[in-house]
Each structure stands twice: as C-alpha cells, then as structure tokens.
C-alpha cells in the first residue's frame, strides 16, 4: 500500500519523448477494452461527462470526507488529530478538501499522495510521469533491503496545469488502491471499477442524448396531403408542399386546403421511451457497483430522507466506506509516525437512527428485568443482567 512498488509484470504507459530527448512514460490505468478509457485523463474525463457516474463518485467524496481521524493513545482520544500537526495539508486545501481528493481519486481506482515535510497533496495521476529506467527498476520483486530503498531513489516529473513540469522524489510519494494491486499485479496500478461499469456510463450517456433528441423533435410535426382520387390530381408538388408549411407556421388559426389533411407529431409520447427510468436504473447499477444501496440511490434521488434510508446510509457507511477510511488512517499512521489512528463517522445523522433503536431496546430488556425482579430474581442476577445491557464488567 505504500511507497510506490510501479509494476509486477508487462503493464501499458504511455509513451512520449520530451524536448530534451528523454524517453517519458505516463502513468496510466490498466484494463478497459475497445473503446474503453485507459489513461486516467480519458477516465477522468468520462466520469465528468457522464451525469450518473460522477452523481456517484461525488456522492463517495462528500460522504468520506466527513469522516473525522482520531488518534488513539492509551486512555486518550484526540479528535481531529490532522489538526494538531498542521492547519492546513498544503497552501490550497482544507484538509476536509484534500479527503474528498482522494476519495474521489481512489474511487477513479488509485489515489496518489505526495507527502514533502509539512505539506500533502493528492497528485492527478494523469500528471505523473516515469522514465523508462525507472519503470524498468519498479517491475522486479525485491528481497532485498539494498535493492527495495535503491528502487525509490531518484526523482520523477509532475507536469503541472499551468504547463510547468517539477522534480519530486519518489520516497515520498504513497499509492492507496481501490482493488488491491496484488490483483492486478501492479501496486501503482490497481485497476479501476470503471473498466467494468465503462458499459453502463455509455449507455447512460446514450439515453441522456436520446432524451435530448426526442424533447427537440416533440415540437416538430409530420404534415400530409392525400389526393381526391381524380386523375387530375397527383401527389403535392414542391410548390404546394411549401405553401402548406408558410401556411402552418403562420399566424392564421383557420386554413383551407382542398387536400385531405392529417397531421401528426414526430414524437407522439416521450413518457413511453421512459428516459427518466433509464437514468435511475443506470444510477443503481452504476451505485451497486461501488456499494451503495438501493434506499441511498432512491434518496439521491428523490431527496427525500427515511429512516430505512438512513440505516442503508449507516450500512453503508460501514461496510464500503469505513474500510477505505481505514485504509487512509494507515496512511497517515506511516507519515505521522503515530500508533492508532481511527476514522470515525459517529458524529454523522445517521447514527442518530442506530442510537434511538439502542435505547428502545435497552428500554424494552429494563421493562423485562423489572418483572423478572418483581416475580423474585434475586439482586445478584439483577446486577449481572445490568451489567450485560450497559456493557459493563463483572
């Protein structure tokens, strides 16, 4: 998870040679087929593109970077520790900003911190630039300790949005991936859920453009003209064709014709294509795929906020969240030099919900216990019974 071990076996980069003539290599994300995005630049960009995928990835960003990380020292408990060592990651972000950075980057596949000093930043993927040598050094395991520290000696290129290119060290730059590396078999690398989920944001996409289309023809109609039946009379004649359109799109409310008249419009029931029904069934599909439940999307949606939502919102908080909370509690564990860091989302509504059921059942077995006494538990077994429901020690 740490340090930045490029690559174990064959892996795609894109290449470029710079003015200076050095053989550059960019980071890109591996997987995808056919049309599918591979750098992270085109996956960036497909994500921004696309209305339901980035609804997602916001939706993980502004949910992960509630989370509060505690440092845990004994008996002590320091909320909101980054605090205490620096007021802010780096000049530019709040460290709740730099969170959602790299949730967002994570859920993208890999998220990469650069941690100089004091100051910490999520770097853009899609800017970091290696050297062949160095790719060359990083696709080799290593047993030894010489060999390991040898590999993260050196510097590699960051190209900046304001078109400057940096040195930065490698020893201080941390990689955090969304599916492990051992299974891609690049801990720089990976992968990305977007490689799977490609199929869904197109077709999102495609239905989306297919709205838009169909929206624009509703106002628009087919006209025909059909002939009396006499010889005389044939089909309309350009002229007479473009006589019936002035006159429809005139302002006269009543025309006549000798032409037996129909008109129809071009999209007669937009409601039937059930575009709308479209978009919230690629939003679930698209959800599930990083974890969030049914209840969540349906109140993404809607707006509207349930207590089922909220426990889906808990559970999900839990079990897809919570582990890559941990995952960046380690992170700042290693920089930091600390022994327990804990994210937390207690402080979040949800648990609110999780806290009144508590209590009504602890209600519910005191209510049991006062019976049970009342009908001759002896004290002994009424205290064991008080220490089970408060969770206190015999």
């Avoid at 890559?324 to 022994?339: I, R, S, T």
């Avoid at 209590?359 to 209510?367: D, R």
């Amino acid at each position: 998870m740490f340090g930045i071990n490029l690559s174990f076996g064959k892996k795609d980069y894109a290449y470029k040679q710079d003015k200076q003539g050095n053989h550059i290599y960019e980071v890109i994300s591996g997987g995808g087929n056919g049309k599918a995005p591979k750098t992270y630049a085109e996956k960036l960009n497909l994500v921004l593109s696309s209305p339901v995928a980035l609804k997602v990835h916001m939706f993980l960003a502004d949910t992960f970077s509630q989370a509060k990380f505690n440092e845990h020292s004994g008996n002590k408990v320091i909320e909101d520790f980054l605090y205490s060592e620096a007021k802010q990651p780096n000049p530019n972000q709040t460290w709740v900003e730099l969170n959602w950075d790299i949730m967002f980057w994570l859920s993208l596949g890999n998220a990469y911190i650069y941690k100089f000093k004091d100051v910490v930043y999520c770097l853009n993927p899609a800017n970091i630039e290696l050297s062949k040598d160095q790719i060359k050094k990083f696709n080799r395991i290593t047993f030894s300790q010489t060999n390991y520290k040898d590999t993260y000696k050196g510097t590699f290129k960051y190209k900046q949005n304001n078109g400057d290119v940096i040195p930065l060290e490698l020893e201080n730059l941390y990689v955090l991936n969304d599916l492990s590396g051992g299974i891609s078999g690049d801990w720089l690398d990976g992968g990305s859920r977007i490689d799977a989920a490609y199929k869904i944001i197109s077709n999102s996409n495609m239905a989306l453009s297919s709205k838009g289309s169909n929206i624009e023809f509703t106002n628009k109609f087919f006209v025909s003209g059909k002939s009396d039946g006499s010889i005389d009379k044939g089909v309309m004649s350009s002229g007479e064709v473009k006589s019936l359109e002035n006159s429809i799109l005139g302002n006269k409310k009543v025309f006549a014709t000798s032409y037996n008249m129909s008109v129809k419009p071009m999209v007669e029931n937009i409601a039937k294509l059930q575009l709308d029904e479209a978009y919230r069934s690629d939003l679930l599909l698209y959800g599930n795929l990083y974890g969030i439940p049914k209840d969540v999307i349906d109140g993404m949606i809607d707006g509207s906020t349930y207590e089922n939502q909220e426990k889906s919102l808990g559970k999900f908080v839990d079990y897809t969240l919570a582990p890559k909370a941990e995952q960046l509690a380690n992170f700042y564990e290693v920089v930091y030099d600390k022994d327990t860091i804990k994210a937390s989302f207690q402080h979040l509504p949800f648990n609110a919900v999780f806290e009144k059921e508590k209590t009504e059942s602890i209600k519910l077995k005191l209510e049991s216990l006062k019976i049970a006494q009342e009908l001759g538990l002896d004290a002994k077994a009424i205290t064991n019974e008080l220490n089970l429901i408060y969770g206190l020690r015999n």
